[in-house]
């Protein structure tokens, strides 16, 4: 990815999780006394949290899209898991490998974005002595588990 591309990514999921944080979003949006009110939330595996930062409605009809601070604990792995829509995260410090079945493993760093697409299986594994940090942006069917263990 051009840096162009990757500062461009960054800059769309950073405005979008300033957007949510900041009490600007659609009427549509949860008050910021709900949001704040969510706790990490329990992951495929412990080796992962996921904080929720915000959610609003989306253009497309039964979708939302969610904002979450993610980690995976050093020497980790998230679990094998699927989503029932688009993720869409930037990793914002360490270095992660991406495992996403039918694919090599890629390793992303600090300042490298990627997606996965709904319903695909999918892992992370942080290999360092670090935490892995993420801001993940994820659309997704309304009413539906953000994240489902995979086999």
């Known amino acids: 990815m051009h840096f162009s ?3 461009a990514v960054a800059s769309v999921l950073c405005t979008s999780a300033l957007f949510l944080l ?3 979003a659609a009427p549509q949006a949860s008050p910021p006394s709900a949001q704040s ?3 990490a939330q ?3 595996a412990s080796g992962l949290s996921r904080t929720l930062v915000g959610k609003a409605d989306v253009s497309t009809p039964g979708r939302e899209a969610v904002v979450a601070r993610v980690e995976v604990a050093p020497g980790a792995r ?3 898991h699927t989503h029932p829509g688009d993720e869409i995260s930037y990793v ?7 495992l996403v079945d039918g694919q090599p493993p890629h390793t992303l760093k600090a300042g490298e974005s990627f997606v996965v ?3 695909v299986v999918h892992d992370a594994h942080n290999a360092s002595n670090a935490a892995v940090k993420l801001i ?3 659309v997704v069917e309304k009413g539906k588990p953000l994240a489902t263990p995979a086999p």
């Open 42 to 44: 329990p992951a495929p």
């Open 22 to 24: 900041g009490g600007c």
């Open 136 to 138: 993940g942006v994820y």
């Open 5 to 7: 591309s990757r500062a």
């Open 117 to 119: 697409p709904a319903g």
């Open 92 to 98: 914002s410090e360490g270095q992660v490998d991406l």
């Open 78 to 80: 998230a679990g094998r």
């Open 37 to 39: 009110s969510q706790a």
